[in-house]
């Protein structure tokens, strides 16, 4: 895919986290705040950029006390 305008690229991501939020049957408004970085704009522009998920999520207790940090 070749990036020619990140605006309309940012435009299709927030578009499509709108449309994965109402298949999960959201009840609530839904809005989107995307901020997209210089860098985020020169990897799209990347034609050999790979994404790989690395991300770790973790639940915390919600009595969990952040001033412990």
Known sequence: MVIDNI???CAKITD???KF???K???DNVSV???AFKNFENKMKDI???YKHQTKCESW???Y???EM
């Open 25 to 27: 049957n959201s009840v």
């Open 21 to 23: 939020s109402m298949e």
């Open 48 to 50: 050999n950029f790979e």
């Open 61 to 63: 207790p919600e009595n």
């Open 7 to 9: 605006h309309q690229l």
């Open 33 to 35: 705040i995307f901020i």
């Open 16 to 18: 499509a986290i709108i």
């Open 65 to 67: 006390d952040l001033s």
